[in-house]
Nanobody, 126 residues
Framework: QVQLVESGGGSARPGESLRLSCSASGFTQYYYRIGWVRQAPGKEREGVSCFSSRDGTTWLEASVKDRINFSTMNRGSTVALEMKNLKPEDTAVYYC???????????????????WGQGTQVTVSS
C-alpha cells in the first residue's frame, strides 16, 4: 500500500515562506507521478505540482509557479514544496498525492491521484 507522509506547514504572515515535505513509500510499480494538491475552504481541490518519475517532467500550477520551488529526491519518493511570498489566498489544506504508472504530468493529476496523504494546514494571515 502506498503511504504518503507530509510534514511542514503551519501559520505564516503574508510575504513569508513555508516549506512542506512528503515522503512516499510502498510503490509497487517502478514509475509513478507524485505532487501537491491544495484545498481552500469552500473550494474544490486544486493541483499545485506534479513530478513524473518516468521522464522527470514536472508541472506547476500557473498562478503560483513564480512563487514556489518544487523539489524532488530519490526519484520523487521524497518531494518538497517551498512557497515564497505567501498570500492569504494560499491558505488551504495541502495534500501530497500520487498515482502509479508512467504517464507524464499533464496538470490533471488532481483527478487521477489514487493515494493521498493526511493533509497539512497552511494558514496565511496578518
Amino acid at each position: 500500500q502506498v503511504q504518503l507522509v507530509e510534514s511542514g506547514g503551519g501559520s505564516a504572515r503574508p510575504g513569508e515562506s513555508l516549506r512542506l515535505s512528503c515522503s512516499a513509500s510502498g510503490f509497487t510499480q517502478y514509475y509513478y507521478r507524485i505532487g501537491w494538491v491544495r484545498q481552500a475552504p469552500g473550494k474544490e481541490r486544486e493541483g499545485v505540482s506534479c513530478f513524473s518519475s518516468r521522464d522527470g517532467t514536472t508541472w506547476l500550477e500557473a498562478s503560483v509557479k513564480d512563487r514556489i520551488n518544487f523539489s524532488t529526491m530519490n526519484r520523487g519518493s521524497t518531494v518538497a514544496l517551498e512557497m515564497k511570498n505567501l498570500k492569504p489566498e494560499d491558505t488551504a489544506v495541502y495534500y501530497c498525492a500520487a498515482v502509479q504508472g508512467g504517464d507524464p504530468c499533464s496538470g490533471n493529476e488532481v483527478y487521477e491521484y489514487a493515494y493521498w496523504g493526511q493533509g497539512t494546514q497552511v494558514t496565511v494571515s496578518s
